[in-house]
């Protein structure tokens, strides 16, 4: 049997191992896709520290997939082979949850979760539902168009579901792996852009990136600051930490929105009294499917929204993820096959 190279985890805590595998056949209602480029993102260390329930290993991560489709399982009619596709967080659905016939498939209670649920991009080859495919356009090469497939859609969808239109004052808390993407969508849909970080050191990057005006929270208070702009509109917050967060609360204006897409188990800090006041509202967010990611990679394709990258062989996957936990890469970093 034909073989391929994954990086794979063998049981939590376990550094990656790149082992020869059987290259998998797809069965009904899936394909196979060769992949070209797989982000490697933080939530990644779920599988590599074993602290999402259930996972099964060995397992190889990555959830932002971008490569070719290489075979076609029985009753694919909508793919064929070379087509360019990628995978995102969301993996399929089972189309039949109360979610599900509602069209919500990212709450579906047994959708599938690339490299998580299921083996994800750390890999040559892989296999994925037709339903978690998203087509990529020709002009986005494979690895500028991986991380567009997590960081990219949370931040894009976020934004054109907040409700703000253009012209209105939308703020980015954090200039990382999130937010330098947030930046540039948010510049690009006609918003008043107000990038949030601390240092001035960052200005020059936010600057660079789309932000019209720059606010340093180590200098001043954020929400301070915020409030002699009229407010936000929307606060978009990035940065996995609750206590920032907690401090930019007071700077939303009336009717105005603060969208969670930070991870962090850590609490936020807020009065009912900071809520009623202006009928302010704090909303999570997650990713979103399959056309998300399609309306998520044409955007970029037509603004010139791409993330900034390091590039790493699948070999060197230790080192690849080593590079993204010290916080010292360029903001997103991709393994290529």
Known sequence: MPTMKAAIVSKPGAEFEVVEREIPKPGAGQVRIRAQACGICFSDHYVRDGVWPGIQYPRAPGHEVAGVVD?????????????RVGVGWHGGHDFTCPACRRGDFLNCPNGVI??????????EY???????????????????????????ITTFNALRHSGA?????????GIGGLGHLGIQFANKSGYRVVAISRGKQNETLARKLGAHVYIDASASKAAEELQKLGGACVILATA??????TE???????????????????AIQVSPIQ???GRRGIQGWASGTATDSEDTLRFAQLTGVRPMIEKFPLEKANDAYARMLSGKAEF??????
Do not use: F, H
């Open 275 to 277: 809520l009623i006041r």
């Open 332 to 337: 997103r970093v991709v393994l290529t096959m």
């Open 126 to 152: 892989m296999v994925a539902r037709q339903e978690a495919l998203a087509a990529i356009p020709e002009e986005i090469d494979a690895a500028d168009a991986a991380p567009l497939l997590c960081a990219g």
């Open 240 to 245: 996995p930490a609750a206590k920032p967060m």
């Open 114 to 123: 690339t490299g998580i649920s299921v083996d994800g991009g750390y890999q």
């Open 248 to 266: 930019l609360v007071d700077g939303l204006g009336p009717n105005g929105r603060m969208i969670v897409a930070g991870a962090t188990p850590d």
């Open 165 to 173: 239109r253009p012209g209105d004052t939308v703020a980015i808390q």
């Open 71 to 83: 075979e076609v399982g029985p009753g694919i009619t909508t793919w064929k082979k070379g087509d």
